[in-house]
């Protein structure tokens, strides 16, 4: 290989670096695992607030069946002293009966709301169950995105070390006026420092070369530099 060979196999090293860096840097699975990272998070919070209104309702409930159990045992009480033969006085038991029959529809009305927290309790308790699937889901989809990532990330660090070491192996064949002028090319034209010369056309800046420009540059053997972008030109 001539040295202008040599550097047009090295720009082609260049470029599929930076092909393999821009594929590391943007993959698609990046974006899809931050995704599924913040989807996540909001099932793991939505799962966390439905816990927490359950364990509220829960505490409401124990309340109310406590209630219910004092309201009883003070129902059974006054039907004792109703029932019991204890009180004789009309007007008396007629006060008594009239507190049962309060006491009573209290009662009733409580074990209605007892009744109403734990058909709400249960569809909580359904409802955890649904998000908690859901959750798991999103865990383990999310697992699997990131072991597909780390294993493509894996594969493009190693063709990234492959191309690396033919670069290594490239440059020291190459004299050092010439890398030097290649490489500040890099960095000044987006990493495109030698470039093909098609028809008469510069690979690099796509424009025609002047007529006797082409002329020369079809007759020399040396180093020519496109007259507008001022890249190597290869043949
Ligand atoms: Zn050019």
Avoid: W
Avoid at 2 to 19: H, I, P, R, V
Avoid at 110 to 127: G, H, K, P, V, Y
């Amino acid at each position: 290989m001539d040295q202008l060979e040599l550097l047009y196999a090295l720009q082609q090293k260049d470029t599929e670096l930076q092909s393999l860096r821009e594929q590391e840097e943007n993959h698609p699975l990046k974006s899809e695992a931050e995704e599924l990272r913040v989807a996540l998070e909001n099932a793991e919070a939505e799962l966390e607030a439905k816990r927490a209104e359950l364990a509220n309702a829960q505490a409401a409930q124990k309340k109310q069946e406590t209630e219910l159990d004092s309201l009883s045992r003070k129902i059974k009480g006054e039907e004792e002293k109703l029932y019991g033969g204890v009180v004789a006085n009309p007007k008396e038991l007629r006060g008594l009966q009239a507190e049962v029959k309060f006491l009573g529809k209290k009662r009733d009305d409580l074990e209605t709301r007892i009744l109403e927290s734990m058909e709400a309790i249960e569809q909580m308790s359904a409802d955890i169950a649904r998000l908690t699937g859901e959750r798991d889901a999103k865990q383990a989809k999310l697992a699997d995105v990131e072991k597909k990532l780390e294993q493509e990330l894996a594969t493009l660090a190693e063709r990234i070390a492959a191309v690396e070491a033919e670069k290594a192996e490239l440059r020291p064949q190459l004299p050092a006026e010439l890398l030097a002028t290649y490489d500040t090319l890099l960095r000044q034209k987006h990493n495109l420092a030698a470039v093909k010369v098609v028809g008469g056309v510069c690979q690099g800046c796509r424009m025609e070369l002047p007529g006797q420009d082409y002329d020369r540059f079809k007759r020399t053997d040396g180093i020519f530099k496109c007259s507008t972008c001022g890249r190597i030109l290869v043949k």
